[in-house]
Every structure is written in structure tokens, then in C-alpha cells.
């Protein structure tokens, strides 16, 4: 979306905010380069929109990004920001905005922060600009979100590992995958890492809930043990966070009273979020950074830089923020009409 009237760009302000994903370092690089290329001054503000909100600012300069596009976490520091719910928290930010005389602002982050970005675009006159960074990949309208990769490939190198245990003791593993809301980790790995079990938001019921995990549970609980007959060795069951009632650890020990099924529980968490971003993240990340400084220049506003089939598109944040895509419909019918019949019946 065009603003009005486009005058010269002098000054962009960025932040890094809600769950940070690996390569949000090699955005802020990228933005930074490219801003410097266009003679444009970076503001960088810190943890978040707490930061906007209370002016905690650095200026970056190319030498503030050198060597850190193979960092994890994010040099301005992430958070989530309850205050930019309230009417109070916006009017601050724009204050901060006005104050330090900022034409653009750009947000690396998930939904939420793009719901505070979309609030504060009614308020201020500037142009704002989203990018996707977060390890959930729940953003629509974008192939990827920066950090995605990283995350699955943590978690598939974590599960590999598992896989050895679980052969060498014959054991059955329930590994919790990260992705409150949304089941593009835990669906990728489950496919990766061929487990036994892929229990996430795309197969598994959420009305009733509690009936459905009854009947789960007495699903589960025969197959293990047909699988355990066959001497199957290992068997990996991965679950959505937030999915179950109880979580991982509440499965285990309900396989353990229902059917005396002994199971580890094993929740992966935070190490998904963390480590040295992957390829794909560290050149995605770099693409929609210089294409963000691009579409300040153009003067666009209140869009998400996206990348699909390749190449780079601007989504409205309305849009990106709808919830309408989910884990790609083949992926998740080859599972269910295919690989989990197939493994059944071969046990
Ligand atoms: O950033 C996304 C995410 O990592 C989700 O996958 C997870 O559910 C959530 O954040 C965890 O949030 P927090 O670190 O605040 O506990």
C-alpha cells in the first residue's frame, strides 16, 4: 500500500520482537547494509516495542552488524509486549516515533507484533513494515518465516539422536515440539523424522477434545503394543505443544495406566528457538531485509515482505496475520492415507 505523499527517507527504526528466530540477526544486518547504501540513518530499538515505548534506542552502522549473520538470538534483544494492546502503550510508541523524527519503522516478528504494528499505524504518520521472523512459520501469505528452518532441523538432529536411544533400549519416546498455535513443526519433523505418531493441530481433533484423547489414548496404546510384539525396536510419537491436556508428560503417564506402557517423555522447548540460523534462514533473512529498505524507498506501508514460489511479494499485515493457511493439505494426506496406515499395518 502506497502512502500519499513520499517525501525522503532519512531515518528507519527497527525492532526484533515476540519469540526471536534464528536469522533475525542476518535481517537487521541486511536492513542496515541497505539503509547505509541508501545513505539512510538506523535506529534500532531494543527488547521489542518495550523499547519504542520507553526510547531505549542504538544507532547501527554497518560495523554494529559485522559478524553476525551466523548469531542465533537477536543483537537488539526481543520480548513480547502486553502494553501494546492498550491505548496507552500505542500513544507512547508514536511519542518515541515522533520524537526521534522516524520515517519508517520496521518489525521483525510473528503475529502479535504485527497486530501492535497494525495499531500503530492508525496512530502515526509514518510507514511501517513487517517481516516474518518466527520459528512457528504461522504467518500467511509467505512461503517461510525466517527461523522456521532452523527450528525443524534443530529439532529433527535432536529427534535423530533420540531415535538412537529409543533403537538401542527399545523404548517409545513422546517428544513435545514447539508451535502453541500451530502444527508446521511439529507436523515437518514428525514427516523427517519419521515417527511412528504425528499428533498436531492438522490431524487431531479440537472439539471434543477430551473425547478425542480417549480415543487416542486406546489407539495409541494398541499399536504400541502390536508394535511391540513385532519387536518394532523404537517408536517415536511427536506431539504439538498445547495440544494435549497435560502435555507430553500427561500422555506418558496415561499409556502408563491404561495400558502399562512405559514411555519418556521429552519436551525439546527453547533449543528450538536457538542456535546458528541454517542457509535457508540466513538467505531468506537477507532477501527481506534489503527488500524492506526497498519498500520504505517505494513508499510503501503497512505490509509484510514475503517470499513465495522464490520471489519476493508485499501482503497487507491484515492479511498476514489472518491464520489461514496451515501445514500444506498433501503433506498431511500422505501421512494420514499413506505412511501412518502403511507403518500400522507393517508393525
Ligand atoms: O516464538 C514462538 C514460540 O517459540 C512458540 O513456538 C512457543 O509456543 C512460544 O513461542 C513460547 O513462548 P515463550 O518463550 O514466551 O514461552
Given amino acids: 500500500m502506497q502512502k500519499d505523499s513520499i517525501h525522503p527517507i532519512k531515518r528507519i527504526a527497527i525492532l526484533t520482537s515476540g519469540g526471536d528466530a534464528p536469522g533475525m540477526n542476518a535481517a537487521i544486518r541486511a536492513i542496515v547494509i541497505a539503509a547505509q547504501h541508501y545513505q539512510i540513518t538506523v535506529v534500532g530499538f531494543c527488547a521489542g516495542f518495550n523499547g519504542l515505548i520507553d526510547d531505549v534506542h542504538v544507532l547501527l552502522n554497518v560495523k554494529d552488524v559485522s559478524h553476525i549473520i551466523h548469531k542465533g538470538g537477536t ?18 510508541a508514536t511519542n518515541t516515533l515522533l520524537k526521534e523524527k522516524i520515517d519508517a519503522l520496521i518489525v521483525i516478528g510473528g503475529d502479535g507484533s504485527f497486530a501492535g ?18 520459528i512457528d512459520n504461522d504467518i500467511d501469505g509467505t512461503d517461510f518465516t525466517i527461523g522456521f528452518s532452523t527450528a525443524i532441523n534443530t529439532a529433527i538432529a535432536a529427534i535423530d539422536k533420540i531415535r538412537d536411544t529409543a533403537e538401542a533400549f527399545e523404548r517409545i519416546f513422546i517428544v513435545e515440539l514447539m508451535g502453541r498455535h500451530s502444527g508446521h513443526i511439529t ?29 487416542k489414548l486406546l489407539s495409541l496404546a494398541k499399536e504400541i503394543k502390536l508394535a511391540q510384539t513385532n519387536r518394532h525396536a523404537s517408536y517415536i ?28 517423555a521429552c519436551i525439546l522447548g527453547h ?29 510503501q506501508s503497512n505490509i509484510m515482505i514475503a517470499e513465495q514460489n522464490n520471489t519476493i ?15 500444506s493439505e498433501s503433506l498431511v494426506q500422505a501421512q494420514e492415507n499413506i505412511l501412518a496406515l502403511t507403518a500400522q499395518r507393517l508393525c
Avoid: Y
Fill in 271 to 299: 533449543i528450538q528457538r536457538g542456535g546458528s540460523p541454517v542457509a535457508k534462514d540466513r538467505i531468506l533473512a537477507t532477501k527481506m531485509g534489503v527488500a524492506a529498505v526497498q519498500a520504505v524507498m517505494a513508499g
Fill in 117 to 134: 504494528l497494525i495499531a500503530l499505524q492508525e496512530q502515526w504518520p509514518g510507514q511501517v513494515i513487517g517481516i516474518p521472523g518466527t
Fill in 313 to 327: 511479494a508485499h501482503i497487507a499485515l491484515q492479511t498476514a496475520i489472518m491464520h489461514h493457511e496451515g501445514v
Fill in 187 to 215: 507436523f515437518n519433523v514428525g514427516i523427517a523424522c519419521a515417527a511412528e505418531q504425528i499428533i498436531s493441530f492438522e490431524n487431531f481433533a479440537t472439539i471434543n477434545q477430551r473425547v478425542a484423547e480417549q480415543e
Fill in 75 to 92: 543483537i537488539l534483544k526481543s520480548a513480547r509486549c502486553p502494553a501494546m494492546t492498550t491505548a496507552l502503550g500505542i500513544a507512547q
Fill in 237 to 264: 510419537i511427536v506431539i504439538a505443544e498445547n495440544l494435549w491436556h497435560g502435555g507430553a508428560a500427561t500422555l506418558a503417564q496415561q499409556l502408563q495406566t491404561v495400558a502399562n506402557i512405559d514411555c519418556t
